[in-house]
């Protein structure tokens, strides 16, 4: 069975920098698709960041782009979010998600992925 954790939420201040982790297990790792998808109160579901299935590719929300850090320890079966320069805007519930069958087209899209983390809160003050 899949299961993914997230952790290292917390309340910063704008400009700080804070590093997100998710840990998977239950899966072949190097097989899977793995992003990264926040959801503020009252928006929907986004796509912040990526990796393809084959790990060869990154992908990143405009928004966070220059600014954010995708990376991933196989060995560990980790992902992690780097995020820097944090601003009022990105404070939402963070969440990791994994996918073995989603197609390079439809990285963005929440409904690709199978296996969701609880999320971790991510708040940033003005």
């Known amino acids: 069975q899949v299961h993914l954790v997230e952790s290292g939420g917390k309340l910063v201040q704008t400009g700080d920098s804070l590093r997100l982790s998710c840990a998977a297990s239950?899966?072949?790792?190097?097989?899977?698709?793995v992003a990264w998808f926040r959801q503020a109160p009252g928006k929907e579901r986004e796509y912040v960041s990526g990796?393809?299935?084959?790990?060869?590719?990154?992908y990143y929300a405009d928004s966070v782009k220059g600014r954010f850090t995708i990376s991933r320890d196989n060995v560990k079966n980790m992902v992690y979010l780097q995020a820097n320069n944090l601003l009022p805007g990105d404070t939402a519930v963070y969440y990791c998600a994994a996918s073995s069958t989603v197609i390079q087209s439809a990285l963005r899209s929440p409904r690709s992925y199978a296996h969701w983390g609880q999320g971790t809160q991510v708040t940033v003050s003005s």
């Open positions: 239950g899966l072949t790792f190097n097989r899977y698709a």
């Open positions: 990796f393809s299935r084959t790990g060869g590719y990154t």
